[in-house]
């Protein structure tokens, strides 16, 4: 009987990654190399930016595809502690997302299944009609998300560790080894 296995699957950081950045670095990598073997990937990464004078870094979500950043951080004041993802930023770079879905990507990827996300919101809508469509959806969980990560697939969502060799198992068969076009 072969293995079962999500089109949904969350790369879990450890809370000692604050940030998830060893996620991200894992995550960019193994897109990277999917792409140099000829896959079809689309979506989004993060990368932090650091701020001018060591203020709070911004974040970028970065198209897999073109390469073309999109600033989603708002500047909210030195001393801010509260997120500072823009709503409305995220909503313009989700047509990445959408664009994906339309060219039947064979990898879709979304920076984080967040804050946003857990409330129905930032990229719920996308990452659920590229999985309904059957395409794969790699994305980045905190510990803190998991329970709305699990509810948001109804715990058919894949949790991985941020390892090379995971994301590869779990791709190949979600990719149901459709070969790279």
């Known amino acids: 009987m072969a293995a079962t296995v999500s089109k949904l699957a969350a790369v879990v950081y450890p809370d000692g990654d604050l940030h998830g950045e060893t996620a991200d670095a894992v995550v960019l990598a193994f897109c990277h190399g999917l792409q140099h073997l ?9 990368r932090r930016v650091p701020a001018p004078g060591g203020g709070k870094p911004a974040l970028e979500l970065v198209d897999l595809r073109s390469g073309a950043a999109h600033p989603v951080s708002q500047n909210l004041g030195p001393h ?22 339309h060219d ?18 930032g990229f719920a809508a996308e990452i659920a009609g590229l999985a309904g469509a059957g395409i794969p959806v790699l994305t980045i969980a905190a510990p803190k998300h ?8 109804g715990g058919e969502g894949d949790e991985l560790p941020a390892r090379a060799a995971a994301l590869r198992d779990w791709f190949m068969l979600a990719a149901e080894k459709r070969a790279p076009a």
């Open 38 to 46: 000829g896959w079809q990937v689309g979506g989004l990464t993060q």
């Open 80 to 101: 801010a502690q509260g997120c500072s993802i823009d709503a409305g930023r995220v909503a313009d770079a989700s047509r990445v997302l959408r664009q994906a879905l």
């Open 104 to 121: 039947r990507v064979q990898l879709a990827v979304t920076n984080r299944f967040g804050e946003l996300e857990a409330g129905g919101g």
């Open 146 to 153: 998991l329970e709305a990560w699990r509810r948001f697939t």
